[in-house]
């Protein structure tokens, strides 16, 4: 247990270390904005995958709560009588407290229907931003700018500063996941994913740790909802659009669901991809499309996933005497 | 809420009959397109979100034969049979390999041929919003009903679709081939081995969703823009009608098209701010109370 | 809906490694892009961000035309000092921030030295942040807010607006509306216009003129379709509840082109009179199958007015490229790139934003397209006046517009001033 605490603290240091120096030894302002945009949206993929991938909850209606990470803090930072990090301390519990009243309704449902339910959660708050136009407004977004206002002595209005402030939060956001993900609370949850009936019989709460994760997994959402707002200066409401959710499940099919950065993997290649496709060429819904389906179909599963499953397939087959069943299961060639 | 407003509507012979075809114009062609995607769930356990692609390619292409041929029955037919086409081949080239995955991978696939699909009307049809104008044989005067005004085409338009649901109804009710069809639904393997060529059976159901879905984009051309992605807003608010009727049922699909349709016209006159926001939450509800929908059974 | 997940085994190795490649790939590709360093390369690149995909992207083809006819003339003609220009464009998707990223990306990355800012309302205010941060020269050709230029809490000084303005629109709207109501005894008004930001500005704002011109005009109701609607039946069954004598619309595009289709089924243009913001769009006018005759509508663009040989030349052109007629967002990116190219003229080629932005404001532009000749940047302020604001009526044939009442500039100026007193923006 201990080695594996002082990996993830080398693995985080290491990250933390190349976020905050590559704009270093590359200064551009492009590097900077895109990489902002990965952590915005890897914060989106990851949390979303502490229910998908660790809870086995497949959720919708994750962009309500960046949405409403974003809003908050922005909206709080007009109003001007906050501090940038009480403002995001208050946005975090603000969208925390959304996520239990949601979560306590969602949670019940099972499969499919809790799908459905995040999902009409995240329309109806769609709908309140369009439609509550004197407090968010409407559909041209929050206008005027957010002011970043210099605490403790950090001006987030230097762009190079701005950045290493997300960075910061970026990688504390990931060691806080880390940690629970690791926590008997975490392997719980993972007990709760391929056995719940078992998770039930020994005793565990199984609505009320379903409700733990969703909260924690919307605060964390919220926090890439503020690192976006903070960034482009306002907020709209296609942050909590479905189609930011679609994106933020289409970052988990691309880097995988099984491994821990794996969403951070899928926002980096999805982002660059974006990136890229829009400079080449105005079809980029063809071009996602043909890539959506050579991966779906060609890989079967998440590209991290697939490296991972090959290169753990490798390293079994070479203890091939020691395994008793294959890793990988066929699927079943027929609906269920 | 102006409740004055909606009593004195209700009251109203001419503005209640009004109103009321209203919610039957919205409503039907809501049913057709909500029980594509609710057969296609029902039998095959996949939730089609690219279910309003195949509305914006009946659309398309009735717009194309109408303009080939100057028929509107062509366009019709066209627009219906073009999109089934289209669906059995999606069926059979790619869903077909996500069967039983994870809802995830059903979900990414249909979102990829939605992308695709919208592309693709762009790069042929160009950009710009089209219309396919109404055809000269209803371009008649409003029928009066009881004081109230109903445009000839609506009443065709919602007759043609009242017959389709029950046509679609009575076939899996009432017919071998819906039992057929039920059956596989419930256990895929029992009816293999019963010697029924299920792959086939399976493309076949998924044709029909997609029929209902082109046959909805056909009736809805002479009257409704055409731009690529024009299905997208009829995707959610489909999909609602699924979900609140119950996945997989033709009858709770038409319950909630209908319901859907009300609130619509009604809403217009009683409490227009909160149309949208009703819908949501009437979804909301029925997940909590009845997840299964108003006449849904548990998803085999 | 049921699945069981196979059991799963946790390396490490595998994990970091992809992980590692992943974002060492993607970080040394981004790295590598092409940076035109330093200004004043040889070709002058002009980045325009804009909307070429989904519902408007007949947005961002419009401004594409116009801006390449522009720029191939400007460089048939040996550009300035040597210098050609290249045109960018680049696809936000209609979302702000999308619009926001590509702008600073065109301009950090790409070396775009001027930005010809195509997008929608809320695109050009987040355009607009960006060009305060990197103050390079940026015309707007797209948004129709007023408060883009007229709160100067917005103001940037390299920014520009080359588009018809909510506010000159909406006097000229009241001015004529008023005319008409007057004279056919318009009392009873009703409006059914877009729900969202742009649709419910333009509607009030007509609506304030309106009543001002003609007192008696009063609304009774409003309905607010959904922005990009597929049906209005019940907005349209809801006016013939009302039965109002006349009719406001802000709807545009394919909206309003399927409100007519579907509220000419229930024969609603017999019984109102018809006032719209954007059927005077040629693509409208040309999209509806049957137009009814008599609908009233503002200006957008017309190959008829200004009547000149200069102006059908411009529609020509740019039906060659684009397949259809320009569009208001065409010749509005077409002036635009008409007061960029004179100001390069002026400045022999340097794009400094400064230098530019010193050039063209107060600029009275000779084009085609105003209705004296010319089109003038207001300096103060950084918006255009004297364009067309002219009113016509829709009628059944090919150019299906036709008696064009133009109104007075000066009349729209000294009620703009007075309404920008009362916004306290002056």
Request: proline fraction near 4%; aromatic fraction near 10%.
């Given at each position: 247990?201990?080695?594996?605490?002082?990996r993830d603290?080398v693995v985080g240091?290491i990250l933390?270390?190349v976020l905050?120096?590559?704009?270093?030894?590359?200064?551009?302002?492009?590097?900077?904005?895109?990489?902002?945009?990965v952590?915005?949206?890897g914060?989106?993929a990851m949390?979303?995958n502490?229910?998908?991938?660790?809870?086995?909850?497949?959720?919708?209606?994750?962009?309500?709560?960046?949405?409403?990470?974003?809003?908050?803090?922005?909206?709080?930072?007009?109003?001007?009588?906050?501090?940038?990090?009480?403002?995001?301390?208050?946005?975090?519990?603000?969208?925390?407290?959304?996520?239990?009243?949601?979560?306590?309704?969602?949670?019940?449902?099972?499969?499919?229907?809790?799908?459905?339910?995040?999902?009409?959660?995240?329309?109806?708050?769609?709908?309140?931003?369009?439609?509550?136009?004197?407090?968010?407004?409407?559909?041209?977004?929050?206008?005027?700018?957010?002011?970043?206002?210099?605490?403790?002595?950090?001006?987030?209005?230097?762009?190079?500063?701005?950045?290493?402030?997300?960075?910061?939060?970026?990688?504390?956001?990931l060691?806080?996941?880390r940690?629970?993900?690791?926590?008997?609370?975490?392997?719980?949850?993972?007990?709760?994913?391929?056995?719940?009936?078992?998770?039930?019989?020994?005793?565990?709460?199984?609505?009320?740790?379903?409700?733990?994760?969703?909260?924690?997994?919307?605060?964390?959402?919220?926090?890439?909802?503020?690192?976006?707002?903070?960034?482009?200066?306002?907020?709209?409401?296609?942050?909590?659009?479905?189609?930011?959710?679609?994106?933020?499940?289409?970052m988990?099919?691309l880097g995988g669901?099984q491994l821990f950065l794996g969403p951070l993997a899928g926002a980096l290649l999805?982002?660059a991809?974006?990136?890229?496709?829009?400079?080449?060429?105005?079809?980029?819904?063809?071009?996602?499309?043909?890539?959506?389906?050579?991966?779906?179909?060609?890989?079967?599963?998440g590209i991290a996933d697939?490296l991972f499953?090959?290169v753990?397939?490798?390293?079994?087959?070479?203890?091939?005497?020691?395994?008793?069943?294959?890793?990988?299961?066929?699927?079943?060639?027929?609906?269920? | 809420?102006?409740?004055?407003?909606?009593?004195?509507?209700?009251?109203?012979?001419?503005?209640?009959?009004?109103?009321?075809?209203?919610?039957?114009?919205?409503?039907?062609?809501?049913?057709?397109?909500?029980?594509?995607?609710?057969?296609?769930?029902?039998?095959?356990?996949?939730?089609?979100?690219?279910?309003?692609?195949?509305?914006?390619?009946?659309?398309?292409?009735?717009?194309?034969?109408?303009?080939?041929?100057?028929?509107?029955?062509?366009?019709?037919?066209?627009?219906?049979?073009?999109?089934?086409?289209?669906?059995?081949?999606?069926?059979?080239?790619?869903?077909?390999?996500?069967?039983?995955?994870?809802?995830?991978?059903?979900?990414?696939?249909?979102?990829?041929?939605?992308?695709?699909?919208?592309?693709?009307?762009?790069?042929?049809?160009?950009?710009?919003?089209?219309?396919?104008?109404?055809?000269?044989?209803?371009?008649?005067?409003?029928?009066?009903?009881?004081?109230?005004?109903?445009?000839?085409?609506?009443?065709?338009?919602?007759?043609?679709?009242?017959?389709?649901?029950?046509?679609?109804?009575?076939?899996?009710?009432?017919?071998?081939?819906?039992?057929?069809?039920?059956?596989?639904?419930?256990?895929?393997?029992?009816?293999?081995?019963?010697?029924?060529?299920?792959?086939?059976?399976?493309?076949?159901?998924?044709?029909?969703?997609?029929?209902?879905?082109?046959?909805?984009?056909?009736?809805?051309?002479?009257?409704?823009?055409?731009?690529?992605?024009?299905?997208?807003?009829?995707?959610?608010?489909?999909?609602?009608?699924?979900?609140?009727?119950?996945?997989?049922?033709?009858?709770?699909?038409?319950?909630?098209?209908?319901?859907?349709?009300?609130?619509?016209?009604?809403?217009?006159?009683?409490?227009?701010?909160?149309?949208?926001?009703?819908?949501?939450?009437?979804?909301?509800?029925?997940?909590?109370?009845?997840?299964?929908?108003?006449?849904?059974?548990?998803?085999? | 809906?049921?699945?069981?997940?196979?059991?799963?085994?946790?390396t490490t190795l595998s994990r970091r490694k992809f992980i590692a490649t992943a974002a060492a790939g993607t970080a040394?590709?981004?790295?590598?892009?092409?940076?035109?360093?330093?200004?004043?390369?040889?070709?002058?690149?002009?980045?325009?961000?804009?909307?070429?995909?989904?519902?408007?992207?007949?947005?961002?083809?419009?401004?594409?035309?116009?801006?390449?006819?522009?720029?191939?003339?400007?460089?048939?003609?040996?550009?300035?000092?040597?210098?050609?220009?290249?045109?960018?464009?680049?696809?936000?998707?209609?979302?702000?921030?999308?619009?926001?990223?590509?702008?600073?990306?065109?301009?950090?990355?790409?070396?775009?030295?001027?930005?010809?800012?195509?997008?929608?309302?809320?695109?050009?205010?987040?355009?607009?942040?960006?060009?305060?941060?990197?103050?390079?020269?940026?015309?707007?050709?797209?948004?129709?807010?007023?408060?883009?230029?007229?709160?100067?809490?917005?103001?940037?000084?390299?920014?520009?607006?080359?588009?018809?303005?909510?506010?000159?629109?909406?006097?000229?709207?009241?001015?004529?509306?008023?005319?008409?109501?007057?004279?056919?005894?318009?009392?009873?008004?009703?409006?059914?216009?877009?729900?969202?930001?742009?649709?419910?500005?333009?509607?009030?704002?007509?609506?304030?003129?309106?009543?001002?011109?003609?007192?008696?005009?009063?609304?009774?109701?409003?309905?607010?379709?959904?922005?990009?609607?597929?049906?209005?039946?019940?907005?349209?069954?809801?006016?013939?509840?009302?039965?109002?004598?006349?009719?406001?619309?802000?709807?545009?595009?394919?909206?309003?082109?399927?409100?007519?289709?579907?509220?000419?089924?229930?024969?609603?243009?017999?019984?109102?009179?018809?006032?719209?913001?954007?059927?005077?769009?040629?693509?409208?006018?040309?999209?509806?199958?049957?137009?009814?005759?008599?609908?009233?509508?503002?200006?957008?663009?017309?190959?008829?007015?200004?009547?000149?040989?200069?102006?059908?030349?411009?529609?020509?052109?740019?039906?060659?490229?684009?397949?259809?007629?320009?569009?208001?967002?065409?010749?509005?990116?077409?002036?635009?790139?008409?007061?960029?190219?004179?100001?390069?003229?002026?400045?022999?080629?340097?794009?400094?934003?400064?230098?530019?932005?010193?050039?063209?404001?107060?600029?009275?532009?000779?084009?085609?397209?105003?209705?004296?000749?010319?089109?003038?940047?207001?300096?103060?302020?950084?918006?255009?006046?004297?364009?067309?604001?002219?009113?016509?009526?829709?009628?059944?044939?090919?150019?299906?517009?036709?008696?064009?009442?133009?109104?007075?500039?000066?009349?729209?100026?000294?009620?703009?001033?007075?309404?920008?007193?009362?916004?306290?923006?002056?």
């Amino acid at each position: 247990m201990r080695s594996r605490l002082r990996r993830d603290i080398v693995v985080g240091l290491i990250l933390f270390f190349v976020l905050f120096f590559l704009p270093t030894l590359f200064p551009k302002p492009a590097l900077r904005d895109f990489l902002i945009y990965v952590i915005a949206y890897g914060l989106l993929a990851m949390s979303l995958n502490l229910l998908i991938g660790l809870t086995g909850l497949v959720a919708f209606g994750h962009a309500a709560f960046f949405a409403s990470g974003a809003y908050t803090f922005a909206l709080l930072m007009q109003w001007g009588r906050t501090s940038i990090p009480v403002a995001m301390l208050a946005a975090i519990l603000g969208t925390a407290v959304l996520a239990l009243v949601i979560g306590a309704i969602c949670v019940r449902l099972k499969n499919i229907y809790f799908s459905f339910i995040t999902l009409a959660f995240q329309m109806f708050l769609h709908s309140v931003i369009l439609t509550w136009v004197s407090m968010t407004g409407g559909d041209q977004g929050l206008q005027g700018g957010i002011p970043r206002p210099v605490f403790f002595g950090i001006d987030l209005n230097n762009a190079r500063t701005l950045y290493s402030f997300c960075v910061v939060t970026f990688v504390l956001c990931l060691a806080i996941m880390r940690q629970v993900s690791e926590s008997p609370f975490g392997y719980t949850l993972r007990m709760i994913r391929d056995n719940p009936e078992r998770a039930n019989f020994l005793g565990v709460n199984v609505v009320r740790m379903k409700l733990g994760v969703f909260v924690l997994s919307g605060a964390m959402a919220s926090v890439g909802g503020i690192v976006l707002a903070l960034f482009v200066s306002g907020a709209y409401p296609e942050f909590g659009f479905w189609t930011t959710s679609g994106e933020a499940i289409f970052m988990l099919m691309l880097g995988g669901t099984q491994l821990f950065l794996g969403p951070l993997a899928g926002a980096l290649l999805l982002e660059a991809l974006n990136h890229y496709i829009t400079i080449y060429t105005e079809y980029h819904g063809l071009v996602l499309g043909v890539v959506i389906l050579v991966i779906v179909l060609g890989l079967r599963r998440g590209i991290a996933d697939s490296l991972f499953a090959y290169v753990t397939q490798r390293r079994e087959a070479r203890r091939i005497d020691e395994v008793k069943r294959p890793i990988l299961q066929p699927t079943k060639n027929e609906p269920a | 809420m102006n409740l004055e407003a909606l009593v004195a509507c209700l009251t109203s012979a001419s503005c209640a009959v009004t109103q009321i075809s209203t919610a039957l114009i919205v409503g039907t062609l809501l049913f057709l397109v909500a029980a594509g995607l609710s057969l296609i769930f029902g039998v095959l356990g996949v939730i089609n979100f690219a279910h309003g692609g195949f509305y914006m390619l009946g659309a398309y292409f009735a717009f194309t034969a109408y303009k080939l041929s100057g028929s509107f029955i062509v366009a019709l037919v066209a627009g219906s049979l073009g999109a089934g086409l289209f669906g059995v081949l999606f069926e059979r080239l790619i869903i077909s390999r996500v069967y039983g995955r994870d809802l995830l991978m059903q979900l990414l696939v249909c979102y990829a041929l939605t992308l695709i699909l919208d592309d693709g009307v762009k790069l042929i049809y160009g950009a710009e919003y089209r219309m396919m104008g109404m055809p000269a044989a209803f371009a008649v005067a409003p029928v009066q009903i009881a004081g109230a005004f109903v445009p000839g085409y609506y009443l065709f338009m919602v007759a043609i679709a009242l017959a389709t649901g029950l046509l679609l109804w009575l076939g899996i009710n009432r017919t071998l081939l819906g039992k057929t069809i039920r059956a596989l639904a419930i256990n895929p393997q029992m009816v293999g081995v019963l010697g029924v060529n299920t792959a086939a059976l399976y493309a076949g159901v998924f044709g029909v969703g997609s029929l209902l879905a082109g046959m909805a984009g056909a009736l809805a051309a002479p009257i409704r823009t055409l731009t690529p992605g024009i299905g997208f807003s009829f995707l959610i608010e489909s999909f609602i009608v699924t979900v609140i009727g119950g996945m997989g049922s033709i009858a709770g699909a038409f319950i909630a098209a209908l319901l859907i349709g009300f609130i619509r016209a009604f809403g217009a006159i009683g409490f227009p701010w909160f149309v949208e926001g009703l819908m949501f939450a009437i979804m909301a509800l029925v997940l909590v109370i009845k997840p299964t929908g108003l006449l849904g059974r548990e998803a085999a | 809906m049921s699945k069981t997940r196979t059991s799963r085994t946790r390396t490490t190795l595998s994990r970091r490694k992809f992980i590692a490649t992943a974002a060492a790939g993607t970080a040394a590709a981004i790295t590598g892009f092409p940076h035109i360093a330093g200004a004043q390369a040889k070709v002058i690149r002009i980045g325009m961000p804009t909307i070429l995909s989904g519902r408007v992207a007949m947005l961002g083809n419009s401004n594409r035309a116009s801006a390449q006819i522009a720029v191939k003339a400007f460089n048939e003609a040996g550009g300035v000092n040597g210098r050609t220009i290249e045109l960018i464009d680049r696809d936000s998707q209609g979302k702000p921030d999308v619009a926001a990223k590509v702008t600073r990306d065109l301009i950090n990355n790409d070396g775009c030295e001027i930005i010809i800012d195509g997008e929608a309302s809320s695109g050009a205010f987040a355009v607009q942040e960006v060009i305060r941060d990197l103050p390079v020269l940026c015309i707007h050709t797209c948004s129709e807010t007023s408060a883009l230029s007229a709160d100067p809490k917005l103001f940037v000084k390299t920014a520009f607006r080359c588009a018809r303005q909510g506010i000159h629109d909406a006097v000229a709207g009241g001015t004529y509306a008023a005319k008409v109501a007057k004279e056919k005894g318009l009392k009873r008004w009703m409006t059914c216009s877009p729900d969202y930001a742009y649709g419910r500005d333009n509607t009030a704002e007509f609506l304030e003129f309106t009543k001002r011109f003609e007192p008696s005009v009063e609304v009774v109701d409003q309905v607010w379709p959904k922005l990009f609607a597929p049906d209005y039946t019940e907005s349209i069954t809801k006016i013939l509840q009302v039965k109002p004598q006349a009719i406001y619309s802000a709807l545009w595009g394919g909206d309003v082109v399927a409100f007519i289709e579907q509220a000419t089924l229930y024969n609603l243009f017999g019984s109102s009179t018809f006032f719209s913001s954007s059927i005077g769009d040629p693509p409208v006018l040309t999209a509806i199958r049957q137009i009814p005759e008599g609908l009233l509508t503002a200006y957008r663009y017309s190959r008829q007015y200004p009547e000149n040989t200069g102006n059908t030349a411009f529609a020509d052109a740019f039906n060659k490229v684009a397949h259809f007629d320009p569009t208001n967002w065409g010749w509005q990116t077409y002036v635009a790139m008409g007061f960029l190219v004179e100001a390069l003229k002026r400045t022999n080629g340097d794009t400094d934003g400064k230098k530019l932005a010193a050039e063209i404001a107060g600029m009275r532009l000779q084009t085609p397209l105003g209705i004296d000749g010319t089109i003038t940047m207001r300096e103060s302020d950084h918006t255009i006046i004297g364009y067309p604001v002219a009113w016509s009526h829709t009628v059944p044939k090919a150019p299906f517009l036709a008696g064009f009442e133009p109104v007075a500039w000066e009349n729209i100026l000294s009620h703009e001033a007075e309404w920008k007193k009362s916004k306290g923006y002056v």
